[in-house]
Each structure stands twice: as structure tokens, then as C-alpha cells.
């Protein structure tokens, strides 16, 4: 199964209008139908699936998965997250994208076979502005995320452990918007 080009697929439909999203909620059922088009049967795809329907006893940070494919026959399982913030609070939203991170991260952990945290913006300041340090630094210069990762400001101070590495590689559309896979 080719799932990360299958969702790059997705979103290179998404660039020449063969589907349009206005919101998170949108962007998840679109992919979902259309990676449900890409695999074959016996595969499942659900969405919002719960951890617990295939651990039953684990507790983490989140408790379901926005799109899960698997193979009910086997121990075969991906996990999707997916972000589309569009609301500014550009802070709070990149140390979310970054616990979508670490999710996948604990999913992979518990026995997934690959897990990915999918982003896509049409917010520039996502990917480019004046501030480049702090949590600015992994979406804006490409500094790897790892390590404890702190969030300031907001409603309260929180940190992260994010035990191995990734690096955000912003994938550019023509219709204004970019993305990036992260596979954990």
C-alpha cells in the first residue's frame, strides 16, 4: 500500500478543483472517500476510529483517529491525522499540529504499521514570516522536530516529548495553498 502517494495524489486533485475543501471537516471526508476509491478489499476505512477498538486498554493524549484503514484479517493498520487551520492563532496551531505529531507517534508505538499527521494551510504565515525561532522555527526553517517541544503563551504553558525526528516539507499547490505528510 502506497498511502503517502496516494494522499500527495489526492492533494494534486485538490489543486486543479476536482475537489474543494472549506474546513477540516471537509478536507477529512474527501481524502477518506477518495483514499476508499484507492484500496482494495479487505481492507476498511473508517473515520474517527477510536485506539480502543484495537487497544482496548491504552489511554494517550487523543483517543480517536481521524481516518484508519485496515485490514481486519490481519494486524495491518494506518492511521491518518489531519489538520486544515485556518483560524490564526498561529501559535496554539502549530503546537497542535505538533501534538498530532506525537499522537501518531504513540499510535505507531501501540502496533500501527504506518501512521501519518497531514497538514494542509492557505495561511501563509504557516510556512513564511518574520519569526523563525521558537515553535515558528519547525514550520517556517525547517528545524527538525524532537526533543521537548514548549508551547508559551495561550491559555497555559504545555510541552511535548517527541522521541524521534521529523522535518515539515512544505509541498506547494497552485491554488495558493501547501501541505505536508509526516510520516511517524
Given amino acids: 500500500m502506497n498511502l503517502k502517494g496516494d494522499i500527495s495524489t489526492f492533494f494534486r486533485f485538490l489543486e486543479v478543483g476536482v475537489f474543494e475543501t472549506e474546513n477540516e471537516f471537509s478536507l477529512q471526508h474527501e481524502l477518506g472517500i477518495f483514499l476508499r476509491t484507492m484500496i482494495e478489499s479487505p481492507y476498511k476505512l473508517q473515520f474517527g476510529r477510536s485506539v480502543n477498538f484495537f487497544y482496548p486498554d491504552e489511554k494517550g493524549q487523543k483517543s480517536e483517529i481521524d481516518i484508519v484503514i485496515y485490514n481486519p484479517a490481519t494486524e495491518e493498520r494506518y492511521g491518518i491525522e489531519l489538520n486544515f487551520p485556518n483560524k490564526g492563532q498561529h501559535v496554539e496551531q502549530m503546537f497542535h499540529l505538533i501534538k ?85
Fill in 100 to 184: 498530532d505529531i506525537k499522537f501518531m507517534e504513540e499510535v505507531k508505538k501501540l502496533g500501527f504499521t504506518k501512521t501519518y499527521a497531514v497538514t494542509y494551510v492557505e495561511d501563509a504565515l504557516y510556512y513564511r514570516g518574520s519569526k523563525t525561532d521558537g515553535i515558528y522555527a519547525y514550520f517556517r526553517s525547517n528545524k527538525p522536530i524532537h526533543g521537548v517541544i514548549q508551547k508559551h503563551g495561550g491559555k497555559k504553558e504545555e510541552s511535548l516529548q517527541i522521541e524521534n525526528t521529523y522535518k515539515v516539507r512544505w509541498n506547494s499547490l497552485g491554488n495558493g495553498g501547501k501541505y505536508y505528510i509526516v510520516e511517524t
